[in-house]
C-alpha cells in the first residue's frame, strides 16, 4: 500500500505535461486526419465524410502543387548550400587568426532575431527599383541592369534561398565548430609527423569526424526548411502568383483564410508524412554513413 | 611561431570581405534610421546628408512599441517558466521511478517531436475557437507549453547524470517524493535549466505563425507581429521600419553580447541532443 502511495506520488509529476500535449498536440494530431477525409468548412455542423475526395483535389489545386515543389526545393537547396558553406567556414572559424572571435559573432548573430525581421531587411536590399541597394552594387561594379529580384518567379526563388543562407549559415558553422573542438589535437600532430598536408589532414581527419555533427545539422536544415514560412512571406508574400508559397503559407490560405478546412486538413497530413519520410530515411542514411566512415 | 602569426594575417585579410557581407544589412538599416524617407530611397547605402533623429521619437509616438515590446515579455517569461517547470516534473519520474507505464509515457511524448506544429494547426485553430482562447496572451501561452516536450527530452538526459543515491538517501532521512523534487533535483538542474531556457525563449520571442493567427487585436501583439503590422503600414516609409527594427535589436543585441557564451553552448548543446 505504502508501496503504491509512492508510486501515485511520482506518476503525479507527469499530469501537467500529458494533459497540455494531448490536448494541444495530439487530439489535433488526430482530429487533423479526421477533417482531411470530411467536406467541413469551419461553420456549418452538417459536414460530410467524403473520403479521399480531398486529397484527390490537392493535386488539382495550383497553390497546393506549387507550395510542395517551392517548399522541397527550398529545404534541399538551402540544405545543400548551407552544409556546403557552414564546414569550410568552421575550419576557418576555428583557425587561431586576431579577428575570430568578432568574426564569430557576426556569422552567429543573424540567428539570433527572427526571421520575419532580417527578411524584410533583405526586402530593402533586393528592391527591384534601379536604386535599390542590391541593383545598384549591381549597376555600379558590374555594369547590369535593375533586376526584379522578388517578382521574377525564379529570381524571387533565389532571392529567399540566399536570404536563407545568410541567415543560417554561422548557426551551423558554430554548430560543427563545437564537434571540431572536440577532435583531440593529436590526431593531426600525429598526421603532420606521418607527412600530412593540412587538406589531406582535413580529408582524412577533419571531414569523417564531422560526419555526426553533419547528421544533426542536415536533419534540422531539412525539417526547418519543409517548416519554412516567415522569410518567403516577408520577402516575396508569396509570390509572384504562387511561385514562393510554402506548405505552411497554403494551409494557413486554404484551412484559415478560406476556411476550406478539409483541404487544408488533407494538405497537413500530407505534409506530416512528407516530414516524417524525409526526416526518417535522412538520418538512417546519414548514420549508416558514419558507421562506413569511423 | 612567425609562420603561425604570418598565417593568422592572411587569414584576416581573407575573412574581411566575407564578414562585411555578413555584416552589411544590419549597416544598413542602422545608417538609414537617419535618413529622411526621401533619402533612404535615393542614396540608401550612403552616409546620412542630413542627420534625421526624428524617426526615433515618432516610432515611440506613432506605433504602441512599447506596449507590444512587454506583450512579448510577458507571453515568453510566463511560457518559458511554465514549460521548464512541468518538463522537469515530468521527467523526474521517468528517471528516478521507471516502470512499464513511464516508458510508455516516454515513447508518447517523444512522438511529439516527429508532429510539425503546422499539422495540427487547422484543428487548433477551431479547438481554441471554441475554448475562447483565440486574442488572448494566457491562450497563446496555453499554447506554447505543448513545447515542454523538448524541455522534457533535455531534463531526462539531465537527469540521468544525478545519482540514485540521493533521492535514496532522502527518502530514508524522510523527505517526502514531492520535497525531493523541489529542495533536491530542482536546483541540481540548473546547467540544463538555463540551455531550456534559452532555447525556449528565443523561439517564442521570435515565433511569427502563431501570435499572427491567435492574436488579432493590435493591443495583444507581439513585437514580432508589430513589426509586421508597421511594415503594411510604413509600406514607403522605410527609416520608419528601420527605425522600429533597430529598436527591436538593440535589446536582442545587448542579450546576445552579455550571454553570448551560454547561447551558443545552450544552442549548440539543445540541438546536438535534440
Keep these: 500500500m505504502v508501496k503504491f502511495l509512492r508510486y501515485l506520488q511520482y506518476e503525479v509529476f507527469l499530469l501537467p505535461i500529458l494533459i497540455i500535449y494531448t490536448l494541444f498536440t495530439i487530439v489535433p494530431l488526430i482530429r487533423s486526419f479526421e477533417l482531411s477525409l470530411t467536406d467541413f468548412n469551419g461553420y456549418s455542423t452538417d459536414y460530410h465524410f467524403v473520403g479521399l475526395k480531398n486529397y484527390i483535389k490537392l493535386f488539382s489545386d495550383d497553390a497546393i502543387v506549387s507550395g510542395i515543389s517551392f517548399t522541397l526545393t527550398f529545404a534541399l537547396c538551402s540544405t545543400a548550400l548551407i552544409t556546403v558553406l557552414a564546414i569550410p567556414l568552421a575550419i576557418l572559424l576555428d583557425q587561431n587568426f586576431f579577428t575570430k572571435h568578432i568574426h564569430r559573432a557576426l556569422f552567429f548573430f543573424p540567428s539570433i532575431p527572427s526571421g520575419l525581421l532580417l527578411a524584410f531587411i533583405w526586402g530593402f536590399i533586393l528592391s527591384p527599383v534601379a536604386s535599390g ?13 535593375a ?22 549559415t554561422g548557426w551551423h558553422a558554430v554548430l560543427y565548430l563545437a564537434f571540431l573542438q572536440s577532435i583531440p589535437k593529436d590526431y593531426f600532430e600525429a598526421a603532420a609527423i606521418d607527412g600530412a598536408s593540412r587538406l589531406q589532414q582535413i580529408r582524412y581527419i577533419t571531414l569523417p569526424l564531422l560526419a555526426p555533427a553533419m547528421t544533426v545539422s542536415v536533419m534540422l536544415l531539412l525539417t526547418g526548411g519543409l517548416k519554412v514560412f ?44 512528407i516530414v516524417l519520410v524525409i526526416a526518417c530515411f535522412q538520418v538512417t542514411m546519414m548514420q549508416k554513413r558514419e558507421e562506413r566512415i569511423q | 611561431m612567425t609562420g603561425s602569426l604570418k598565417r593568422s594575417w592572411i587569414l584576416d585579410i581573407l575573412m574581411l570581405p566575407v564578414g562585411i557581407v555578413m555584416f552589411f544589412p544590419f549597416y544598413l538599416i542602422i545608417v538609414n534610421t537617419f535618413k529622411s524617407e526621401h533619402e533612404a530611397i535615393s542614396r540608401p547605402m550612403s552616409l546620412p546628408g542630413e542627420w534625421v533623429f526624428d524617426n526615433y521619437k515618432q516610432v515611440f509616438e506613432q506605433t504602441p512599441i512599447l506596449q507590444s515590446f512587454s506583450n512579448s515579455l510577458i507571453l515568453t517569461v510566463c511560457s518559458v517558466l511554465v514549460m521548464v517547470l512541468i518538463g522537469a516534473m515530468a521527467a523526474y519520474p521517468v528517471v528516478f521511478n521507471p516502470n512499464r507505464l513511464n ?24 479547438l481554441m475557437t471554441d475554448m475562447q482562447l483565440v486574442n488572448k496572451l494566457y491562450g497563446l501561452i496555453l499554447l506554447y507549453l505543448g513545447g515542454a516536450v523538448f524541455v522534457f527530452f533535455l531534463m531526462m538526459g539531465y537527469m540521468r547524470t544525478i545519482p540514485k543515491d540521493l533521492s535514496e538517501a532522502a527518502i530514508i532521512d524522510g523527505c517526502s517524493i514531492w520535497g525531493i523534487f523541489w529542495r533536491i533535483i530542482l536546483p541540481l538542474l540548473k546547467p540544463i535549466t538555463v540551455t531550456s531556457i534559452i532555447f525556449q525563449a528565443m523561439w517564442i520571442w521570435n515565433d511569427f505563425l502563431a501570435p499572427l493567427l491567435f492574436l488579432s487585436s493590435r493591443s495583444n501583439a507581439t513585437l514580432v507581429l508589430e513589426i509586421y503590422k508597421a511594415k503594411g503600414e510604413f509600406t514607403v516609409n522605410w527609416p520608419m521600419f528601420m527605425t522600429m527594427t533597430v529598436i527591436t535589436l538593440v535589446p536582442i543585441f545587448i542579450f546576445f553580447i552579455l550571454m553570448q557564451k551560454q547561447i551558443v553552448k545552450g544552442i549548440v548543446g539543445g540541438a546536438v541532443k535534440g
Design chain 1, 230 to 273: 516567415e522569410i518567403p512571406f516577408a520577402l516575396t508574400k508569396g509570390g509572384p502568383g504562387f511561385e514562393t508559397h510554402t506548405i505552411t503559407q497554403v494551409i494557413v490560405l486554404r484551412g484559415i483564410s478560406e476556411t476550406q478546412f478539409g483541404l487544408a486538413s488533407a494538405m497537413s497530413v500530407v505534409f506530416f508524412l
Design chain 2, 103 to 126: 516508458r510508455l509515457v516516454t515513447l508518447y511524448l517523444l512522438a511529439g517531436f516527429m508532429i510539425p506544429f503546422q499539422t495540427t494547426l487547422i484543428p487548433l485553430f477551431q
Design chain 1, 133 to 145: 541597394v542590391f541593383n545598384t552594387i549591381l549597376r555600379e561594379v558590374f555594369g547590369l541592369g
Design chain 1, 147 to 168: 533586376q526584379p529580384w522578388l517578382s521574377d518567379p525564379l529570381l524571387a526563388k533565389l532571392s529567399t534561398i540566399i536570404v536563407a543562407v545568410w541567415a543560417q
